[in-house]
């Protein structure tokens, strides 16, 4: 191949990976900016909903408390209802919080100082949220308002996000001429733009990427072929934790508001009913039949918990039916205190008790890379290092469709001129495909961006023949 061919190749493969950057880039830019928004408040969740609702999460310092139980009948007196979840006080000048679903369904969170069973208020239930603003960040951070689509969308953004970068670094990098600035050189207009996107990216990339990467167990495709590929290699959850308790068909995610990503699908194990007369516990109260829990059971179910060294923040769901079984869950900002804690609701016994250290490889990979995500492992330095990378994030959106709109004809798209030669390198389509396989939900959108390419191409031609 002479230096011609080679110079006429390399170009026609920079414009391909160029128009490709260009369209996909302006495609999930809407979604990217709603990852970037969203995941930028829900880091500080906690600040914002300390200082939102300092009345009602926040108490005088106290040396003693009363029982769970008692905590319990003050929020049920003030507002009756069934039961859900009883979260103890996380700290000396911190108020308990219990979930409780009255008769028309709605769930709230009251919140009881434990000095003296003071009822401070309530809230509709934002779950592990925090609060119903949270709540709703949170919802809209995965699109679930929309149901499974919005879900799949923001899935398919965050495998775009990567194959983004990845390419923008391509086009980053020199070809004979000096492009790859690492610095803004240009003073003003579209060029001023374009180093300020390509200066952007190639500084915060690998944040970028890390972001994507971790968010994406918690999508429908990808997350579950993860999930089911972590167990299948024995890297996950080891099979037969349970000791051959029965299990039942709920999984953990339906009973906590937040368990360890790893354990989510877990059924919880089934309390035995033949254990219904037996009691809780030296002393505890006779259980009753049916769904009732007897609010002594509760005080010694927490008592277990603790003696089993649970962290403070932990919450202790209700048995749901007859099998159904005490839950206390934790997952604090050191992931390596997490626990998932199951009792049975008759006899206290243990049915499983399981932490970080108990998950397989990928599962603690997991879990890291999430609390990481969540700006949870490092504290303040966490949350500031990713906030930074959600402003960037914006920034690249922003300086991206200021450059389209720049350099947009009137009327038109502007999107770049398929190249004439379309000698593209064997390797450079092996690692598309590979890339579309790695996520299936890119790969669907890149079938359907060569559908149009080429119905795009066809149209061309047919009007060239017409006009001949």
Sequence with gaps: MTDTSNRAASSA?????????????????????????TGGVYLFKDE??????????????????LPPSGIVAAALEAHPGTVKAYTPA???????????????????????DPADGRVLGTLWDGGAAGSPAMYVVRKLHSLEYIGWFGNRLIEAAAGWMVLLVASGIFLWLPRGRKVGTVRIKARKGRPWWRDLHAVTGIYTGGFIIFLAMTGLPWSGVWGGKFYDTAYALGLGMPDGYWSDK?????????????????????????????NA????????????????????????????????????????????????????????DDITYERVIHLDRYSGEVLYDAGLEDLGT?????????S????????????LVLALACAAMVGLCVSA????????????????????????????????????????????????????????????????????
Excluded at 299 to 326: C, H, K, M, N, Q
Excluded at 362 to 370: H, K, P, S
Excluded at 372 to 383: K, P
């Design 13 to 37: 493969l920079y414009r391909a990976v160029w128009r490709w950057h260009f369209i996909a880039g302006l495609i999930v830019l809407p979604f990217v900016l709603i990852l970037a928004v």
């Design 48 to 65: 914002i909903n300390n200082v939102a609702h300092a009345d009602l999460r926040f108490t005088n310092a106290r040396t003693e408390s």
């Design 372 to 383: 990481v995500h969540m700006g949870q492992e490092w504290g303040l330095l966490n949350q």
């Design 362 to 370: 990928l599962g603690r990979w997991a879990e890291w890379g999430i």
């Design 401 to 468: 469709a200021t450059m389209w709109w720049k350099r947009r004809p009137s009327g038109a798209l502007g999107v770049p001129q398929v190249p004439a030669d379309w000698r593209i390198p064997r390797t450079l389509l092996v690692m598309a495909i590979a890339a579309g396989i790695f996520f299936p939900l890119v790969g669907l959108s890149m079938l359907l961006l060569v559908l149009v390419e080429l119905l795009a191409y066809f149209r061309d031609r047919h009007l060239s023949a017409t006009r001949a």
């Design 90 to 112: 996380p700290a000396a000048d911190r108020s308990a919080e219990i979930d409780i679903v009255d008769d028309e369904g709605m769930r709230n969170t009251v919140y009881v």
């Design 277 to 332: 007369h037996a009691g809780h516990g030296a002393g505890a109260a006779a259980i009753p039949e049916g769904d009732a829990v007897s609010l002594p059971v509760l005080d010694d179910a927490v008592a277990t918990v603790e003696r089993l060294g649970i962290v403070p923040g932990y919450a202790v769901t209700f048995p749901s039916g007859p099998t159904g079984v005490f839950t206390a869950s934790v997952y604090p």
């Design 246 to 274: 029965p299990l039942s068909s709920v999984p953990t995610k339906d009973v906590v508001d937040r368990a360890p990503w790893i354990m989510e699908q877990q059924p919880i194990p089934m309390s035995d009913s033949g």
